[in-house]
């Protein structure tokens, strides 16, 4: 998939092209050799069809110049005290591997053809150095361009991951940012290149769910605020999305996040459970300001719930994802293969819908790590007709993850809080000689606790939760 460079990047390359080298000096000063100078000549500042042919006609000569071999060290290597050659050659590689594309099958009949690039990567105070800079464009665009799977590459990429993950942090410059994103989208060609990304999630995956989720208007804060609802987004089209989020880098992000979810059978429930991916691409959804974005959060949600439909159906409901995808429907559609996306995705839901209970919703809500005021947790019916069914559920799996929600303070969303202690307080209720499982589970003492909750509406269900425990022990009493 070829992309355009991004405009920091290409700008850079271009001053550097411009730049004059004293070569002539650079020989005498043996910075690199009459042999090296003569092949730098040769392509340099010639037509492209020219350049090459006269790459194609000389692979070996190329590579001993970038890559060196025994006896005989590479430009890099050789000019490696000087930084503006040392740039020049970076530019002038990225340029030949994007124009003769033998050239990067040619670098690898070395056995590592890394090792001169990879010290040049040394994480630099200013992210904005660029001989790291143009040495990870260099090995993005090698490594996907000779789509290789070799040793020496698998031992690279966490490297350059590394690298570029510090430029996706970069939150105050988009401009890095969409480097390292579009790099990351060069180097995830392999699935084992996929699994080496997902292994450095923290730094790889984290930054840019980061970028997600300040583009629907929640930065860095907890999920509460999605399935609240209360996200304050807005689509900002062409001049970017909340909190700054250009265009060209949600699609960017987008198309990385897409490429990783091929790899949904292995990852896609931990990308749910670590990032919420279903409920933040369904916000994404509902905001996308053009048909490339909401093409991808499709396709990607499309993959993920084919990958994971037990897990990951029952969140998308939750999320309401199905009623979106009624009002994107409604949208003028002229991509193909976005409207063949929104059918299955709509086709798999209705499925799905049709043979779900209202208990099966319970559980996936609860299950989801989030608890908002749906309809079972009000309804008397519901917990007198399922809440044994609830108690012994996969060997009392629900009481346990409930008693997991409440161990969490919810600052930003104290009506979780609230929620699980009626889901308790209807527990004790409809079940009464199961309530020392619960006791078991701690659940009776956090109840306690929250009755001194600094939110009203936690306090008032916690009393009444613990109201109904008293009652029984009194009347066994």
């Known amino acids: 998939m070829s992309l355009d460079p991004p405009p920091y990047l290409g700008s850079l390359q271009n001053n550097i092209r411009q730049r004059p080298i004293p070569w002539d000096g650079a020989v005498r000063a043996a910075t690199i050799t009459e042999s090296q100078l003569a092949k730098i000549r040769a392509v340099d500042k010639v037509r492209k069809e020219q350049r090459k042919q006269i790459v194609e006609s000389d692979l070996d000569g190329y590579r001993i110049l970038f890559v060196g071999e025994p006896g005989t060290p590479g430009a890099l290597e050789s000019a490696s005290r000087r930084p503006d050659v040392v740039q020049y050659i970076l530019v002038l590689l990225s340029d030949l591997l994007q124009g003769v594309p033998a050239l990067a099958k040619a670098l690898y009949q070395d056995s590592d053809p890394y090792q001169h690039?990879?010290?040049?990567?040394?994480?630099?105070a200013n992210l904005e150095d660029p001989v790291p800079l143009l040495t990870s464009t260099v090995l993005?665009?090698?490594m996907a361009s000779a789509q290789d799977a070799s040793p020496a590459t698998e031992r690279s990429?966490?490297?350059?991951?590394?690298?570029?993950?510090?430029?996706?942090?970069?939150s105050n410059d988009a401009g890095l940012q969409d480097i390292a994103v579009m790099e990351y989208s060069s180097l995830l060609y392999s699935q084992t290149n996929r699994q080496l990304f997902w292994n450095q999630r923290s730094e790889t995956v984290a930054p840019l769910v980061d970028i997600l989720r300040k583009a629907v208007g929640l930065g860095a804060e907890s999920s509460a605020a999605l399935w609240s609802g209360s996200s304050t987004s807005r689509s900002g089209g062409l001049e970017g999305l909340s909190g700054g989020v250009?265009?060209?880098?949600?699609?960017h992000v987008l198309l990385v996040l897409w490429q990783l979810s091929f790899e949904a059978e292995v990852i896609g429930d931990d990308m749910n459970d670590e990032y919420d991916i279903i409920l933040l691409y369904t916000q994404l959804l509902r905001l996308s300001p053009k048909e490339k974005t909401t093409r991808l959060i499709l396709s990607t949600l499309l993959n993920l719930l084919e990958a994971s439909p037990?897990?990951?159906?029952?969140?998308?409901?939750?999320?309401r994802l199905p009623?979106?995808?009624?009002?994107?429907?409604g949208r003028h559609l002229t991509?193909?293969?976005?409207?063949?996306?929104?059918?299955?995705?709509k086709e798999t839901l209705e499925e799905y819908q049709k043979t779900k209970t209202t208990f099966d919703e319970y559980v996936a809500e609860v299950q989801s790590g989030h608890l908002r005021w749906s309809p079972p947790h009000r309804h008397q019916v519901f917990w007198t007709e399922n809440a044994r069914k609830i108690l012994e559920h996969e060997n009392g799996e629900i009481p346990r993850k409930i008693a997991e929600i409440m161990t969490k303070p919810w600052e930003n969303d104290k009506a979780v809080l609230a929620i699980a202690c009626n889901d308790i307080g209807c527990l004790v209720k409809e079940v009464p000689e199961k309530r020392h499982q619960l006791e078991k589970l701690g659940l009776k003492t956090r109840i306690m606790a929250l009755m001194g909750d600094s939110d009203e509406n936690v306090r008032w269900e916690s009393l009444r939760a613990l109201g109904g425990w008293l009652k029984y022990s009194f009347e066994n009493n």
């Open 117 to 124: 690039f990879i010290p040049l990567l040394a994480h630099p």
């Open 140 to 142: 993005a665009t090698l």
């Open 157 to 170: 990429v966490p490297l350059i991951l590394s690298y570029l993950c510090g430029l996706a942090k970069a």
């Open 246 to 251: 250009g265009i060209q880098l949600l699609y």
């Open 310 to 319: 037990s897990t990951l159906l029952p969140t998308a409901v939750l999320a």
């Open 323 to 329: 009623a979106l995808l009624e009002n994107v429907g």
């Open 335 to 345: 991509d193909p293969d976005l409207q063949e996306d929104l059918d299955k995705l």
